[in-house]
Every structure is written in structure tokens, then in C-alpha cells.
């Protein structure tokens, strides 16, 4: 898996310009204070996957999960696996997994669930996040 990979999707389409070129709009004031009773989670599958890379890996503390802008539609997943917590990111533990979030990210992806499947040949993590209210038909961004 590579630092900042985005979704992937089957549909069709053309991402060649789009409002994702500058930081996040803030949707809260304070991600951090506002934490509580948000959450982010983790299917079985996704978990297995993460435990045994980090495994391989030899070291890792969990998995970094946020959002960029970029695309057609405004904003892209972003996940990497974390060697430590930064003072900053925003802490969930799930299936035995640590799911650090960084506060600007977390509005947008707040009841997200994290999953890993398999489909013919490809493989990787789908992000099932009830938030979603579009995505480019490339599948490389989406929009709340």
C-alpha cells in the first residue's frame, strides 16, 4: 500500500480539473474537543490486513487515516501506516487496530467504516463512509 492512496472505482469518468487544489474547509471549529461521539471503524478483513502488515513490517503503531484535496469532486482518502501518535492525531481502537485521524480530517469522515476486499485481481481498502454524498467517476475523489 502507498502513502496517500485514494479510492479506487470501476465507474468511468475524467478528472482533469476541480476545486481540489487548496486545504480543507473547516466544517467544526474544534475536530478535537468535538471528538466525542464520533468514530471511525473497521470490518474484520481490513483489520487481518493491517495486522499482518504491520506484522511484516516490524513495526507500525496503526493505521493514518485523513482526507486531502484534490479531483473533480474536492477531496481524496488518504491512508498510511503510523510508526507513533502525533499530539494532534485524534485516537480510535478497533479490532485491535489504532486508527489515528487528524482533527481536520475527522468531520468528513466521522462513521466512516474501513474496509478490505479483494475483487478477481485487485485488492484493497474501500472506505464506507455514510458521509459521501458524491464521487467522481473516476472514483478518485468524493464530495460531503
Known amino acids: 500500500m502507498q502513502p496517500d492512496q485514494a479510492t479506487a472505482s470501476t465507474a468511468s469518468g475524467s478528472c482533469t480539473?476541480?476545486?481540489g487544489n487548496g486545504p480543507l474547509p473547516e466544517l467544526a471549529s474544534d475536530a478535537q474537543a468535538g471528538a466525542q461521539g464520533m468514530s471511525v471503524s473497521l470490518t474484520e478483513a481490513a483489520?487481518?490486513?493491517?495486522?499482518r502488515y504491520l506484522g511484516?513490517?516490524?513495526k507500525g503503531v496503526g493505521v493514518?487515516?485523513?482526507v486531502k484535496t484534490t479531483g473533480c469532486s474536492g477531496l481524496?482518502?488518504?491512508?498510511?501506516?503510523a510508526d507513533e501518535v502525533a499530539p494532534e492525531d485524534i485516537v480510535f481502537e478497533n479490532q485491535g487496530v489504532k486508527i489515528l485521524v487528524d482533527p481536520k480530517s475527522l468531520p468528513y469522515i466521522?462513521?466512516?467504516?474501513?474496509?478490505?476486499?479483494?475483487?478477481?485481481?485487485?485488492?484493497?481498502f474501500k472506505f464506507n463512509n455514510p458521509k459521501?454524498?458524491?464521487r467522481c467517476g473516476c472514483g478518485?475523489?468524493?464530495r460531503v
Open 17 to 19: 480539473s476541480g476545486p
Open 47 to 51: 483489520a487481518r490486513h493491517i495486522n
Open 56 to 58: 511484516r513490517r516490524g
Open 64 to 66: 493514518r487515516l485523513g
Open 76 to 81: 481524496a482518502y488518504k491512508i498510511e501506516f
Open 110 to 124: 466521522d462513521g466512516t467504516e474501513l474496509d478490505f476486499a479483494r475483487e478477481g485481481l485487485n485488492e484493497g
Open 132 to 134: 459521501e454524498r458524491d
Open 140 to 142: 478518485e475523489s468524493f
